[in-house]
């Protein structure tokens, strides 16, 4: 993945991952309103000053959380969710809770449940478990130890809501395991389908491929130049210049009868690895028809586009096909130039009289549209 992309998946992360917490932060001030409505109504047994006290930690905690999740500092750790500390922080808050509860507790007793389904879908299923765990005992120590003391009113009731907290916690510990089993599935079945598809694109490109190249060279082929072409004048902003060549292998029809067609093939072969040795990257060449070739340079100018045709004529001529007595190959070029809002059509007309002049002067040249134009 580049850089870019993942400081993109980076921040829509982080704004997940806030917005996740503001929902935390959300629950806090619903059991805060929860806390003084049985405060308000003599079910809680701490005095109002604790009651605004605690409410004022509450708040602190919260806003030392929303202090690292804005400024970014959990990106820095292991997990950056910091689902566990949250929850572990949470039970804290609930315990004391409850241990301030009278004839409430039974009531607040669902809120258990809740912290544990914040991180059904970011803990893992050992973590979770751990925190099941450590609830159970936050609620059943809370009773055993009033038990202790005798200050529980009633020992029964309390032996009930241990154990339907025991059930509840159980049930959401197997069904966080099937969650999580099945998420696991779905994931490896999207890994198997986004590779399947990988394949399919690839066969895709593979076939195109064949379908845009010329068999015996390996080249484009003419269907594939002009739609190419095509594309790039429209892509063209003002100023920009591509060079456009036409190239005909002369007295190619003379091989042919002379040494038979396996040894034209085998020219127009060694004409491909020539123009491949002497092309840049960008550059792009194809087989326009029988011996004519057509050549697009992106980003040039008459310089470049003069020096590169040269380069590949002065290349061709000195190349010697194996097993072949061939003697003076050379080839002729006719250029031009395509400027934004010029017709492809226009420009290979105006390479085709190039090259029709660089033939009718004695082939084995370079001859320019522009020269034309000049004169």
């Known amino acids: 993945m580049s850089t870019v992309s993942q ?8 704004k997940l991952l806030i917005k996740r917490f503001l929902l935390a932060a959300s629950t806090y001030v619903l059991v805060l309103l929860l806390t ?13 000053a604790t009651v605004v006290a605690t409410t004022l930690l509450v708040v ?4 030392v959380l929303a202090l690292v999740f804005f400024k970014g500092w959990n990106q820095r750790l292991r997990d950056p969710s910091l689902t566990e500390l949250q929850i572990l922080l949470a039970l804290v808050w609930q315990t004391w809770l409850m241990a301030n509860l009278d004839g409430a507790r039974g009531t607040f007793l669902v809120v258990y449940p809740l912290l544990l389904l914040f991180g059904l879908f970011h803990l893992s299923r050992r973590v979770f478990v751990r925190c099941a765990v450590l609830v159970f ?28 907290l025991f059930v509840v916690l159980v049930w959401l510990c197997l069904y966080a395991s099937y969650v999580q089993a099945s998420r696991q599935r779905m994931r490896q079945r999207r890994y198997a389908l986004q590779a399947h598809q990988d394949t399919l694109r690839g066969m895709m490109r593979q076939l195109e491929d064949l379908v845009a190249t010329d068999e015996l060279t390996g080249l484009y082929n003419r269907r594939h130049f002009l739609s190419l072409a095509g594309r790039e004048l429209l892509a063209m902003t003002e100023g920009s210049v591509h060079g456009l060549a036409l190239i005909d292998l002369d007295h190619f029809k003379r091989i042919n009868d002379m040494h038979g067609h396996a040894a034209g093939d085998q020219v127009l072969q060694v004409f491909a690895q020539v123009a491949a040795a ?8 194809a087989r326009y ?29 000195a190349a010697e096909p194996q097993g072949l007595a061939l003697h003076e190959l050379s080839l002729s070029v006719g250029m031009t130039l395509l400027l934004e809002g010029d017709d492809l059509d226009d420009a290979l007309h105006r390479a085709d009289q190039a090259l029709y002049r ?16 000049d004169a």
């Open 289 to 317: 028809g029988g011996e004519e070739f057509v050549l697009l340079l992106p980003d040039s100018n008459t310089e470049r586009l003069q020096v590169c045709c040269e380069r590949l004529r002065l290349a061709f001529a």
């Open 7 to 14: 400081r993109v998946t980076d921040k829509l992360l982080q």
């Open 358 to 373: 660089a033939k009718r002067n004695g082939r084995n040249q370079c001859a320019a549209a522009w020269e034309m134009a």
């Open 278 to 285: 002497c092309l840049r990257d960008g550059d792009v060449l």
């Open 60 to 63: 602190a905690s919260q806003a």
């Open 137 to 164: 005992f936050s609620f059943a120590g809370l009773n055993l130890y009033e038990g202790y003391q005798m200050k529980l009113a009633e020992p029964g009731l309390a032996a009930v809501q241990v154990c339907v």
């Open 36 to 48: 003084w409505v049985v405060t308000l109504s003599d079910y809680f047994r701490a005095p109002i």
